[in-house]
């Protein structure tokens, strides 16, 4: 028998480029509106070319993450559906963090801690987007009080706050969980992950398999 671990396919090569040209954008936006943010952190606006650049890149790369994470939440939804399992997940999450994933409920595609990074991060980005062209004095902010703007703004900080800790625990569980990353690098897991981490998945998997 070979020693090579076999493979299941996870995310197609258009699924992974959509996810890391979204995740480069996140960066960079969190730079530039961190380096917007507070003078403290001004001098990261030097990253973009000063801070006339910085303050007229940042909303147009907003855009532009906006809709492409529109299009990967759009094609991940389907994966991400909440239910009475994933609330018994959380109810075993100390099981997981201490490694005995034997005594949580059997897992599908993604976890319940996957899925609610999902939804918090669709929340923040409908809410960085909507409160992001209140701000933007360029085209839209004329067009609102500005009592409404300076709500907008406090808004969005909390936003991108959230979204900035969100991600960070998202980066943190793919590094976590040894194999994890190989799926948004190289589009495949080992059949041992799956049978681990996601097992009711891996058995759908082999039943397709099968047929
Ligand atoms: C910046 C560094 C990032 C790293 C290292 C990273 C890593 C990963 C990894 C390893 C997976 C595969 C997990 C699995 O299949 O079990 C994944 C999935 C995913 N990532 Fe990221 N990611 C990053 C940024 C982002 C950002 C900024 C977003 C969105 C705002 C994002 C959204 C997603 C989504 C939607 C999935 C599919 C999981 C689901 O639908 O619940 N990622 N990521």
């Not at 939804?119 to 609102?144: A, D, K, N």
């Amino acid at each position: 028998m070979s020693d090579t671990p076999r493979l299941i396919d996870r995310y197609t090569a258009s699924q992974r480029s959509n996810h890391w040209a979204v995740a480069i954008l996140f960066i960079l936006l969190a730079l530039s509106g961190l380096a917007l943010f507070h003078p403290a952190l001004f001098w990261l606006t030097n990253l973009f070319g000063g801070g006339t650049w910085t303050r007229i890149l940042h909303p147009f790369v907003g855009v532009l993450m906006f809709l492409l994470f529109l299009i990967l939440a759009l094609r991940m939804i389907r994966h991400n559906g909440i239910g009475k399992s994933d609330r018994q997940w959380l109810c075993h999450v100390n099981d997981v963090i201490n490694k005995h994933e034997e005594r949580v409920p059997e897992v599908g595609r993604y976890n319940a801690g996957q899925k609610l990074v999902y939804w918090v991060s669709v929340i923040c980005m409908i809410g960085l987007i909507l409160t992001g062209l209140v701000m933007w004095r360029e085209y839209f902010s004329l067009y609102f009080s500005m009592g409404v703007v300076q709500l907008a703004s406090a808004l969005h900080a909390i936003f991108a706050f959230v979204m900035i800790c969100t991600i960070i625990i998202h980066i943190y569980a793919g590094i976590w969980v040894k194999g994890s990353m190989r799926a948004m690098t190289r589009g495949s897991v080992t059949a041992g992950w799956a049978w681990k981490h996601h097992h009711a998945w891996f058995r759908q998997t082999q039943k397709a398999a099968r047929k």
